[in-house]
């Protein structure tokens, strides 16, 4: 994937999505894992074509009338489906890579009735 590196320490800083404020912070010291904000979007439609793809990850959340489809948009629904890859493959910063255009965050993305497992 031809992606662009972004920063980090920023990204982690940023809210998830400020149209949903009532995110959770976490006070256990879990992390999640969503899609940079810096991401051109051809590179996030490839990472999430090849996580829902080979990658296996279990994309069904964010399909059309599922808990996460809503708000339809590239970077939430790659940010889903990267949380579910991270977690099946250990969570480590390895498995939140996506050629430097995931992001491991300690603020719980969740939102509604989308919630980051």
Known sequence: MGVHNSDLSTLQSQPYNSEF???RINPN???WCIASYHAQ???LQKALDWVCGPGQADCSAIQSGQRCFEPN???SHASVAFNNYYRKHGATAEACNFGGI???VDSDPSY????YD
């Open 112 to 115: 509604g009735t989308c919630t």
């Open 29 to 31: 010291g879990r992390s």
């Open 41 to 43: 979007k051809s590179d």
């Open 73 to 75: 948009e590239l970077i």
């Open 21 to 23: 404020p009532e995110k």
């Open 102 to 104: 995931g992001a491991q």
